[in-house]
């Protein structure tokens, strides 16, 4: 039982070019989502999805797409990355099944836009 | 607009020296407050969710409260390996999954 993982944990993209981030959960969780972690700021939702087929936007959504084929899988993909899309990216999943729930968070990954 | 609000933005203690932490939070109907704990490098750990005004939970050294306006996390005779960046974080009543977050605090217990 994996939990959350998010590959890469590290990348530098140059300004234009397009990535995806990938995240997988092995816990059967219907809630997805995605955030963004900057100095001095809360984390900030991007994208969320409730299950397989459906997504939503966040509240920082431009420049980034979502899909969810599947429930174990949640991509996020820049389409032209900007300086400003330095970030560190966490994947989180949920079910509102679990007592008392709460999100688990992926450990994370850390891009620089050049 | 949903916000929280941390206090104080960072906190030393020495080893041993009880404290609390302070989460105010204005939401349109509260569905769950959450606590969170990151350490450097890694994602957030979850901690407790409350739901209601006066639910208390407890884990170790830690408590967490709600009242209409805020919750606390009461840090009890802290050890070094409770440092760590504490987060909070509200969940609006309405359906959607986001969860509004603050800036944490960053918590550094001395030996």
């Known amino acids: 039982n994996a939990g959350v993982t998010q590959t890469p944990k590290f990348q530098v993209l140059k300004t234009g070019q397009s990535m995806t981030l990938q995240c997988a959960q092995d816990?059967?969780?219907?809630?997805m989502s995605w955030y963004r972690q900057d100095p001095g700021m809360g984390l900030r939702l991007i994208h969320y999805s409730v299950g397989a087929g459906i997504t939503d936007q966040g509240e920082v959504p431009n420049g980034y797409n979502v899909s969810r084929s599947t429930t174990e899988d949640f991509p996020l993909r820049l389409l032209s990355a900007a300086p400003s899309q330095t970030s560190v990216y966490f994947c989180?999943?949920?079910?509102?099944?679990?007592?008392?729930?709460?999100?688990?968070f992926g450990s994370g990954t850390r891009l620089t836009v050049v | 607009e949903d916000q929280v609000t941390q206090s104080p933005e960072a906190l030393r203690l020495q080893e041993g020296e009880s404290s609390s932490l302070n989460c105010s939070y204005t939401?349109?109907?509260?569905?769950?407050l959450f606590w969170y704990r990151q350490d450097p490098g890694k994602g957030p750990e979850f901690l407790f969710t409350l739901y209601s005004a006066g639910e208390e939970k407890e884990k170790e050294r830690l408590k967490a409260t709600l009242t209409k306006k805020e919750s606390f996390l009461h840090i009890t005779a802290p050890k070094p390996e409770d440092s760590a960046t504490y987060l909070c974080a509200v969940q609006a009543k309405g359906g959607s999954e986001k969860l509004v977050f603050g800036k944490g605090t960053k918590l550094t217990v001395n030996p």
């Open positions: 989180a999943s949920s079910s509102p099944l679990m007592g008392g729930y709460g999100y688990t």
């Open positions: 816990m059967n969780h219907e809630y």
């Open positions: 939401v349109s109907g509260l569905r769950g």
